[in-house]
């Protein structure tokens, strides 16, 4: 900032003072360049990720084509854990981000997000631990009872809230109060359907891509939890109440109302969902089995694009054809990244911009 | 009043896949410390006797339907004592009070019934004598703690199967406050920038940090071990260090190259919540400041920063508690299964940015999968995971306490 030479000439026409003013001028200045200095070197450490992939690609001269075969088996693979997922991390996240936002207690939703936030940061690599060597087993024979159980959940809680739902206050503490109904059934189902194994639902391998997608659908519950919740808690409380003014009970404002004004939102958390499955490795690695398998079989094992990566890359000379083929892998992975990333967050901005800035908590 | 019904039921649909995703994450979370815990209890031990006469005296470690394993005694080699029994052929089972448990310094187990056996009371290898039978349940949790105490503050035994994880554990520590160290004042300057300036600048910026801020951990990796490790390490060591080559200096995976690319990874996480901070200041506070005629500059570092300080502390923690759970990046750039030298010790400079170092994530990882002795390796993969899980909740609770003190600071500022 320049040495205004009005205040320092007429104002303070002291020697002492127009010292200082000029030493406090320079130590800004200093502070500024640091600030500036300090962002353009973050600038360049960002940028150096795509521009490294790019460039080390293009200096590349292994003399073997391209292997895009095993490329496009990796990608499918990928898909393929990413859509198991996103079956198991969608429905659970945005029904109790529906909850969450609009029904519930606010002493209940005032504990509930943090801890679902918290659960956010367990490192994948325990996810991957849990599911490949206690869950896998587990799951081998027990995949015809995960579906029944999948099927019989919903029913049960429908034909309950059919028959003892009452719409009253106490609503806001139900997730609480059904805890032993869903535990219940559970225990009710797997106890009824393990004796009765189906032969066509027997995987191949105890690691297949069922089980990398519960594991890694339930990692990534949080997120589409967290980002779901805020979008439905940003729509103005005005709509839900001019809902009930026009005689809609609070299940009515949720779904007629709120969830289509929330709609970008919920389509933002399923793209920031799907980001954080396709480039997910420590599970994938862990519960997948690893080995390329093409194919839409959910029973089979897999092998995706970042654990090609992290069990390749270590032993791969550089500027050989199979560190090529890696960071194809890596750039695949950035540019998929940063697609869905620009979406989601333009989407984001859309909604933040159309909706009135004071419900903004 | 079909309506109303029909809102039930919707409502109870909710709630209960609301407590399913309660049930999942709490079970998970139980599960994974349970195990932990569990895996360093004291056993029982047992003395089964077969049909054909023979007495196996040890540890039952897995159990199905038809048969169970048992961990005997570790005469020659650890991993060279387990038998799978059929229960058909047990005639009888007893846990036998006077049994003694032996734990050598080599990792291996020995079991006797009665007196210590002399040969192996004289063994100087002996890290721990148990009667775990006699015990009763306070000696039992005694026991217990000794061994999660021994479990943070020992290193592994030669074998790498039993023993502590303290290498692992400094390891992580280093690479932690390393990466802190590179993370911190850069992510505090891109969050003063984004806040002071407005212009084509500042959405580059933010938009490079938005975009980058969902790039996946193992991309990092791959920046960490192609520019890093070859393409910079690589030059040092020419450079610098020519006549050591072939043999690399920093050209190889080291604790340098993780902290920076860690660095990398968690900047987004920083930055977004030291703007947040300084954007959440109450605007009085700002313009009072300058009205007393302090520059901007000032006001900033006299004034928003200091206020800003939870902030910057949650960055900190949030980016701590990424980067302690980041194995995959790491697995590219200089993590190993067993370091042959610690990166922090006593001899100078103390820390060494160049060497090789162990990690609890990949210890999780290598214990569980890639470990010679599988019946050894899960527990130890548990215990760390559970170590790994406490870590990561408790700094997480506190950036939430510390995000809730800076609320309540900044209502208290506007009143």
């Known amino acids: 900032m320049p040495v205004n030479p009005v205040t320092c000439d007429s104002i303070l026409s002291s020697d002492l003072v127009c010292a200082s003013l000029r030493r406090r001028h320079r130590h800004a200045r200093a502070a500024n360049l640091l600030v500036g200095a300090g962002t353009a070197l973050v600038l360049v450490g960002l940028l150096a990720i795509p521009l490294y992939l790019v460039s080390a690609l293009g200096s590349s001269h292994a003399a073997t084509p391209v292997d895009w075969t095993r490329l496009g088996v990796l990608f499918a693979g990928s898909l393929r854990a990413t859509a198991c997922a996103m079956a198991v991390a969608l429905p659970l996240g945005i029904a109790t981000a529906m909850f969450n936002a609009h029904l519930c207690a606010p002493r209940l939703r005032a504990w509930l997000k943090p801890a679902l936030e918290v659960l956010d940061a367990?490192?994948?690599?325990?996810?991957?631990?849990?599911?490949?060597?206690?869950?896998?087993?587990?799951?081998?024979?027990?995949?015809?009872?995960?579906?029944?159980?999948?099927?019989?959940?919903?029913?049960?809680?429908?034909?309950?809230?059919?028959?003892?739902?009452?719409?009253?206050?106490?609503?806001?503490?139900?997730?609480?109060?059904?805890?032993?109904?869903?535990?219940?059934?559970?225990?009710?189902?797997?106890?009824?359907?393990s004796q009765r194994e189906v032969a066509m639902l027997q995987p191949s391998s105890p690691w297949n891509a069922m089980l990398v997608g519960l594991a890694l659908g339930v990692a990534a519950l949080p997120l589409v939890f967290s980002v779901a919740e805020d979008a439905l808690f940003l729509v103005p409380h005005s709509h839900a109440q001019a809902a009930f003014a026009l005689g809609a009970t609070r299940w009515q404002a949720l779904t007629t109302v709120i969830l289509p004004a929330a709609g970008s939102g919920l389509f933002a958390a399923a793209l920031l969902g799907f980001m954080r499955c396709f480039g997910e490795t420590m599970i994938v690695l862990m519960a997948s089995g690893n080995t390329a398998i093409a194919g839409f079989d959910p029973l089979s094992g897999l092998r995706s694009l970042g654990a090609d990566i992290a069990l390749g890359m270590p032993d791969a000379a550089p500027a050989s054809a199979a560190w090529r083929d890696l960071l194809i892998a890596a750039l695949v992975l950035l540019a998929l990244n940063m697609l869905f990333g620009v979406t989601a967050q333009l989407v984001r901005e859309r909604l933040r911009r159309r909706m009135p800035s004071e419900t903004v908590a | 009043m079909k309506g109303v019904r029909e809102g039930a039921a919707g409502t109870w649909l909710l709630g209960g896949i609301a407590a399913a995703c309660i049930a999942i994450m709490l079970g998970l979370l139980v599960f994974t410390l349970g195990m932990?815990?569990?895996?360093?209890?004291?056993?029982?031990?047992?003395?089964?006797?077969?049909?054909?006469?023979?007495?196996?005296?040890?540890?039952?470690?897995?159990?199905?339907?038809?048969?169970?394993?048992?961990?005997?005694?570790?005469?020659?080699?650890?991993?060279?004592?387990?038998?799978?029994?059929?229960?058909?052929?047990?005639?009888?089972?007893?846990?036998?009070v006077d049994a003694v448990v032996l734990q050598l310094g080599d990792?291996?187990?020995?079991?006797?019934?009665?007196?210590?056996?002399?040969?192996?009371?004289?063994?100087?290898?002996?890290?721990?004598?148990?009667?775990?039978?006699?015990?009763?349940?306070?000696?039992?949790?005694?026991?217990?703690?000794?061994?999660l105490f021994a479990f943070v503050t020992t290193p592994p035994d030669a074998s790498n199967l039993s023993g502590g994880v303290l290498p692992a554990l400094i390891g992580t520590v280093t690479l932690v406050l390393l990466m802190s160290v590179l993370v911190m004042p850069l992510g505090i300057a891109t969050a003063v920038y984004l806040h002071q300036r407005r212009g084509p600048g500042m959405r580059i910026v933010r938009a490079a940090i938005d975009t980058l801020a969902g790039v996946p951990a193992i991309v990092y990796g791959v920046l960490g071990l192609g520019l890093f490790v070859h393409g910079v390490g690589g030059g040092i060591d020419r450079w610098f260090y020519p006549d050591r080559l072939p043999m690399p200096t920093f050209g190889s995976g080291g604790l340098l190259w993780a902290a920076l690319t860690l660095a990398l990874l968690t900047l987004p996480v920083v930055v977004v919540s030291v703007e947040q901070g300084l954007a959440r200041i109450p605007a009085g506070l700002r313009t009072g400041s300058l009205a007393l005629g302090a520059t901007r500059e000032e006001t900033l570092w006299r004034l928003l920063l200091p206020a800003a300080r939870p902030a910057v502390l949650t960055g900190l923690i949030m980016a701590i508690s990424r980067a302690a759970g980041s194995v995959a990046p790491l697995m590219l750039v200089g993590m190993v299964k067993l370091a042959p030298a610690s990166p922090l010790d006593g001899a100078f400079p103390y820390v060494h940015p160049s060497r090789q170092f162990m990690h609890l994530g990949f210890a999780v990882y290598d214990a569980a999968l890639a470990s010679p002795d599988a019946i050894r390796g899960v527990?130890?993969?548990?215990?760390?995971?559970?170590?790994?899980?406490?870590?990561?909740?408790?700094?997480?609770?506190?950036?939430?306490?510390?995000?809730?003190?800076?609320?309540?600071?900044?209502?208290?500022?506007?009143?």
Request: charged residues 20%; proline residues 5%; aromatic residues 8%.
């Open chain 2, 36 to 96: 932990g815990l569990a895996s360093l209890w004291p056993a029982r031990v047992e003395r089964i006797e077969l049909r054909d006469g023979a007495v196996l005296l040890g540890e039952i470690v897995a159990t199905d339907a038809t048969s169970l394993v048992m961990r005997g005694d570790e005469a020659e080699r650890i991993g060279g004592g387990y038998r799978r029994v059929r229960r058909a052929d047990i005639r009888a089972r007893d846990v036998p």
């Open chain 1, 122 to 193: 367990i490192p994948s690599v325990v996810f991957g631990l849990v599911a490949a060597v206690s869950f896998a087993p587990w799951l081998k024979t027990h995949v015809a009872s995960m579906l029944a159980f999948v099927v019989a959940l919903p029913c049960v809680l429908l034909a309950c809230g059919f028959a003892f739902g009452a719409s009253s206050r106490r609503d806001g503490w139900l997730p609480l109060w059904l805890l032993p109904l869903v535990v219940a059934t559970a225990a009710l189902v797997f106890a009824l359907a």
């Open chain 2, 107 to 147: 990792g291996r187990r020995r079991f006797a019934v009665g007196e210590t056996p002399a040969e192996l009371a004289q063994a100087h290898l002996m890290t721990e004598v148990l009667r775990p039978n006699a015990m009763g349940p306070f000696e039992r949790t005694g026991v217990f703690l000794r061994h």
């Open chain 2, 379 to 415: 527990p130890r993969a548990y215990a760390c995971a559970m170590l790994l899980v406490s870590v990561v909740i408790v700094l997480n609770l506190s950036a939430i306490l510390l995000r809730n003190r800076l609320r309540d600071r900044y209502r208290a500022l506007e009143t």
